[in-house]
């Protein structure tokens, strides 16, 4: 599930580049906290949240065979062919009026046509199609016992949920709880600030969508930093520092982690948890093949594979990590045809993607996808048939096709269609089941809305509109998730949530009916 912020990578390329700097510095340097972004399940890569994949063979690797990194440069990408003429430059005004005018409901819920499930203030709640209502499926800590101690803040109380992940078809899940923490914090004169020493305490749950029934799978975790549910829902992969009950605070990024698997059982039969793999400083994945026998992941040493049918995992890349430069992977979706995995690829003050075939041990680049500080960072995603949808702003927003050339080493670009002025930020873009293509223009003009396109030799229409930017916080870019049909988007920013329907109709402020305030994760069944 995708963490609910404009610009997460972006908050991880600050974080490395103060790492790298530190570098140079004779005092022992600390790695970046750990934070948790997790990354889609694997069978949301290809056909977009909520679609079940369609997968040809699986190069399921034997437990014998090795994959070294000998991928070595990433080659040079071919020249893009020239954009379209872009549309006219969007001027300077003060932020007008959402158009069209926003709705807000205080009494119920406007129709969706799927079921839309959150992870909010600790708590997992459904929006349920059939019945309009929202539901709670694992409460989080008494909201009485929700009291911040400004000298100490928390990220999460005692009692929330801290980590969701969803199977593909959302009838099953797996979640962690927290059940206890202790936090303080510690001057470090070296560093110049004071820093966070954290112990925690979860259960790992699994959990039925369809009767409600819930098990606790693991008893007790420490420090859990991620879960992951197979497509099958037969296995549950978890990130912890271990099993057995450490009581003294560490700082997070000091943390050893280990990624554990077991089988779910369907909750009442749950298998013991197996360490599969430990972590230099912290694992970051954990992410299942579409044929749940595969789990990648990464930590600041290399990008790792495990097979369930194998004892050890693999290694597919190594990092490289000095003091002019870095050079991580992070794993982010599975192509259909279940051997290229689209990466996240971190260097100095950048990120951009790349994909990496398995069986041939291949990493090519994916053009222009580099990004640095940006309220609008490039988003790239796999298409059904394997290619990949670019959605890029600058220097104008446009939607992309690109085709993976595995004998050359590089991508080709196919199509592509400028649907924006300049200025304005492509966002939540999504290849929708019928084949159009979805996404939200966000600007503090008028035209920041939600729009849909039936194909990129076509012009796009707008739909809906979505809150304007305001010119003294750009980047305050609001989060919008399509419906896989394309009925609507999820729309919501730091104070209000929305629902834009695509069939005509105001933006509808459901903020009042909603009731849990920020969200932290939105996922689409």
């Known amino acids: 599930m995708n963490a609910n912020h404009a610009t997460p990578r972006f908050v991880l390329t600050l974080l490395l580049a103060w790492l790298l700097a530190a570098c140079a510095s ?19 890569g290809a056909s977009g949240e909520g679609a079940a994949p369609t997968t040809a063979a699986v190069p399921t690797l ?8 000998t991928a070595g440069a990433t080659p040079t990408a071919e020249a893009s062919p020239t954009p379209e003429e872009a549309l006219p430059t969007a001027t300077a005004a003060p932020t007008p009026a959402t158009n069209p005018a926003v709705q807000s409901t205080t009494t119920g819920l406007p129709p969706i046509s799927q079921d839309l499930y959150l992870l909010a203030q600790g ?44 199977s593909p078809d959302g009838q099953r899940a797996t979640a962690a709880r927290l ?109 299942w093949h ?36 870095i050079e991580w992977y992070w794993p982010v979706a599975w192509a259909n045809n279940g051997r290229y995995l689209l990466l996240d690829e971190f260097r100095f003050e950048s ?29 790239v995603q796999w298409m059904p048939d394997d290619r990949l949808l670019i959605a890029r702003s600058n220097p104008q927003p446009q939607l992309e096709l690109w085709r993976v050339d595995l004998d050359g080493r590089t991508a080709i670009q196919e199509e592509t269609r400028v649907v924006g002025a300049t ?34 030799s076509e012009e796009p229409l707008r739909v809906n509109g979505i809150p304007p930017t305001s010119p003294a916080d750009p980047f305050a870019v609001p989060h919008v998730l399509w419906a896989a049909d394309g009925s609507g988007a999820w729309v919501s920013t730091s104070t209000a949530a929305y629902y834009a329907p695509a069939s005509g109709g105001a933006l509808c402020e459901i903020s009042a009916v909603w009731g849990y305030g920020v969200v932290q994760t939105t996922v689409w069944r």
């Open 26 to 44: 004779p005092t022992p340097i600390p790695t970046p906290p750990v934070l948790n972004i997790p990354s889609p399940p694997a069978s949301e």
């Open 62 to 69: 034997p437990p014998s065979e090795t994959t070294a990194a």
């Open 123 to 166: 708590s997992l709640v459904r929006w349920n199609h059939l019945t309009g209502q929202i539901e709670t499926l694992l409460a989080g800590a008494d909201p009485a016992s929700r009291v911040q101690d400004p000298e100490n803040p928390v990220a999460n109380f005692v009692g929330d949920i801290t980590h969701v992940a969803i």
């Open 179 to 287: 059940t206890s923490q202790e936090q303080t914090r510690q001057p470090d004169e070296a560093l110049g600030f004071d820093r966070l020493l954290l112990y925690q305490q979860h259960q790992i749950l699994f959990v039925d969508l369809v009767s409600g029934e819930q098990w606790v799978m693991v008893p007790r975790a420490d420090n859990v930093q991620g879960v992951a549910i197979s497509p099958n829902a037969e296995r549950v992969a978890f990130v912890a520092s271990g099993l057995s009950g450490e009581t003294t605070p560490t700082a997070p990024e000091e943390t050893a982690q280990v990624m554990h698997v077991l089988t779910t059982g369907g909750g009442s039969g749950a298998g013991a948890p197996q360490a599969v793999g430990t972590c230099v400083v912290g694992c970051f994945g954990p992410l």
């Open 290 to 325: 579409l044929e749940s026998n595969l789990l990648v992941w990464a930590d600041h040493a290399a990008l790792w594979l495990f097979n369930t049918a194998a004892s050890q995992p693999e290694k597919l890349l190594d990092h490289r990590y000095n003091e002019n430069d």
């Open 351 to 379: 990120q951009s993607s790349a994909v990496y075939d398995v069986p041939s041990q291949t990493l090519l680049a994916v053009p222009n996808t580099g990004n640095f500080i940006t309220p609008y960072p490039t988003e």
């Open 423 to 456: 200025g304005q930020g492509l966002i939540g873009a999504r290849h929708l089941t019928d084949g159009r293509f979805a996404f939200a223009l966000s600007t503090a003009e008028a035209s920041a809305g939600t729009y849909l396109l039936t194909s990129l």
